[in-house]
């Protein structure tokens, strides 16, 4: 039987992320090829803290053009006692198990696929900018930079 009362206060240690944020970022099509974008975070606490959601969404800088949408619902298994996420991107989707540091202000995650894996950090830094790095690893390659994000909090939220 689900303990909700575990599950809210797992889930309250997640409050930091709570909020609309903006700021930039940098998408990688190949290695030598980014673009950057102008990013927003928008991460809110559903079912009386039992979820939190956390939409983004990325703009060209040059002309305001969608290049990423994406939405994640995190949660905690209080059985397994582990932080679950399930992820939307670009009509794909993934389950995956979330980790939060032992800084209670980062959070990491990530999937294997075969020889495919993703390494995928956030982190509130010392300035309180929400930062993310993407990156990818195809079989022995050497991990290649898929996206990253600094963002402010919205103060005016």
Known sequence: MPNVEIQREAMSKLQFLAGTW????????????????????HAAFKLEGLLLTIEGAGKTKSDGRIVLQAFGLLSYDDDAGVYRMRAFNDGRWLETEVVLDHSDHALHWGFRLGQ?????????????????????TMGSEPPRLLMEIAVQRDSSM
């Open 22 to 41: 903006s700021g930039a970022g940098r998408i990688w099509k190949a290695p030598d090829n980014s673009i950057e974008i102008l990013q927003t975070e």
């Open 116 to 136: 495919i894996s993703t390494d995928s950090p956030l982190n509130i830094d010392e300035h309180g900018d929400w930062t993310e790095l993407h990156q990818l």
